[in-house]
T-cell receptor, first 115, second 111 residues
Framework: GAGVSQSPSNKVTEKGKDVELRCDPI?????LYWYRQSLGQGLEFLIY????????KSGLPSDRFSAERTGGSVSTLTIQRTQQEDSAVYLC?????????????FGSGTQLSVL | QKEVEQDPGPLSVPEGAIVSLNCTYS??????FMWYRQYSRKGPELLMY????GNKEDGRFTAQVDKSSKYISLFIRDSQPSDSATYLC???????????FGDGTTLTVKP
């Protein structure tokens, strides 16, 4: 595709419900990243995919958070039993191969609000 | 302590001013230094990229890296209202698999 696409753009949910956030990276990009940005804060790394594997999932804040990537393309971030502190913008980015000197291309994010 | 610390701001300057944005870091393995610009309700976009120490200029923007001091800066000359955004520094090493970001500085340029 032309850019990184994320859906939904906004999600409002009740505390305790599960949510799924979707990311469609740039075609051909093997590396995919999830970051979280709380209000007025920087980007907090969550997980990195190289192809369908996740060599670095060190940023996932708890076992309520999980992510998968299929076909080396679309990724889904799942948050189970959502809590109010999960409210944030969830950003997805992709890059060509995942090397440190590569430009990250970001989507516009999913704004998650947990009531 | 965070690996990357960024001057918090916010910054408000008049149009035409010179702006200086700064970050410090603690991980000496970082070799790639980036500045991203983020407009409201959008994802960050890469603005400047520098490898190791030195300066890089692109139009009104200059990025400086001093690895000996673990300090990086972004200068904006002749600032414009369209420069109003949040600026995030980011750093990575060769085989990083991820970039580490600062918390961002929100800049407002008033006409």
């Amino acid at each position: 595709g032309a850019g990184v696409s994320q859906s939904p753009s906004n999600k409002v949910t009740e505390k305790g419900k599960d949510v799924e956030l979707r990311c469609d990276p740039i075609s051909g990009h093997t590396a995919l990243y999830w970051y979280r940005q709380s209000l007025g804060q920087g980007l907090e790394f969550l997980i990195y995919f190289q192809g369908n594997s996740a060599p670095d999932k060190s940023g996932l804040p708890s076992d309520r958070f999980s992510a998968e990537r299929t076909g080396g393309s679309v990724s889904t971030l799942t948050i189970q039993r959502t809590q109010q502190e999960d409210s944030a913008v969830y950003l997805c980015a992709s890059s060509q191969t995942g090397r440190g000197n590569e430009k990250l291309f970001f989507g516009s994010g999913t704004q998650l609000s947990v009531l | 302590q965070k690996e990357v610390e960024q001057d918090p701001g916010p910054l408000s300057v008049p149009e035409g001013a010179i702006v200086s944005l700064n970050c410090t870091y603690s991980n000496s393995a970082f070799q790639y230094f980036m500045w991203y610009r983020q407009y409201s309700r959008k994802g960050p976009e890469l603005l400047m990229y520098t490898y190791s120490s030195g300066n890089k200029e692109d139009g009104r923007f200059t990025a400086q890296v001093d690895k000996s001091s673990k300090y990086i800066s972004l200068f904006i000359r002749d600032s414009q209202p369209s420069d109003s955004a949040t600026y995030l520094c980011a750093m990575a090493n060769t085989n990083a698999g991820k970039s580490t970001f600062g918390d961002g500085t929100t800049l407002t340029v008033k006409p």
